[in-house]
């Protein structure tokens, strides 16, 4: 069965400071993994995605993600922290073949400090 | 604008007590479904549709029904609420089939049955 884990309930980090928020996963085949973000009171929202190609993948806000196959990791990154990506974030991986579902892991809290 | 509207926001209710908790994508989507959000737990997905009239359990059904009269409406039926429902409930779509493509998420109904 697919599956992502995220190590960490919380991460704290000085602003200013890089940050990583850590995610592995478990599937057969090629990942399609996603990160989003859930700011307090609203919905999730698409940071970044690897399909295939390079590594180092870009995404929204100055977020970029390291993939990695054989330590099976895809860990979100930021060079230099704001107090506002303070949030919640989920690693996910698709479905593919199957019922196309996200595959969720169980969430990081970021806490960025001024 | 793309987006996906899920009504109510909140909603604090009584067990047994039927309610209808609404969502709506206009970006022609195929697939959509329903998670439910629990803290330690992350997301994890309720039903799914692929098409109109066309739908089937995820991995937490048990409570839950849903239709699929419209391809822009799935709307997620809780006919007798039980305390064990009380969650945060995410609506999302997103094309078919297509695993590299990211999922668009509503703002989320805070459910309380007490």
């Known amino acids: 069965a697919q599956s992502v884990a995220q190590p960490e309930d919380q991460v704290n980090v000085a602003e200013g400071n890089p940050l990583t928020v850590k995610c592995t996963y478990s599937v057969s085949g090629n990942p399609y993994l996603f990160w989003y973000v859930q700011y307090p009171n609203r919905g999730l929202q698409f940071l970044l995605k690897?399909?295939?190609?390079?590594?180092l993948v870009k995404g929204s806000y100055g977020f970029e993600a390291e993939f990695n196959k054989s330590q099976t990791s895809f860990h979100l990154k930021k060079p230099s922290a704001l107090v506002s990506d303070s949030a919640l974030y989920f690693c996910a991986v698709r479905d593919v073949g199957g019922t196309d579902k996200l595959i969720f892991g169980t969430g990081t809290r970021l806490q960025v400090f001024p | 604008e793309a987006q996906v509207t899920q009504n109510p926001r909140y909603l604090i209710t009584v067990t047994g007590k039927k309610l209808t908790v609404t969502c709506s994508q206009n970006?022609?989507?195929?697939?959509m479904s329903w998670y439910r959000q629990d803290p330690g737990l992350g997301l994890r997905q309720i039903y799914y549709?692929?098409?109109?009239?066309v739908t089937d359990k995820g991995d937490v059904p048990e409570g839950y029904k849903v239709s699929r009269k419209e391809k822009r409406n799935f709307p997620l039926i809780l006919e007798s609420p039980s305390p064990n429902q009380t969650s945060l409930y995410f609506c999302?779509?997103?094309?078919w089939g297509r695993g590299s493509t990211e999922a668009f998420f509503g703002q989320g109904t805070r459910l309380t049955v007490v």
């Open positions: 970006m022609n989507h195929e697939y």
């Open positions: 690897y399909i295939t190609g390079d590594n």
């Open positions: 999302a779509s997103s094309l």
């Open positions: 549709s692929m098409n109109v009239e």
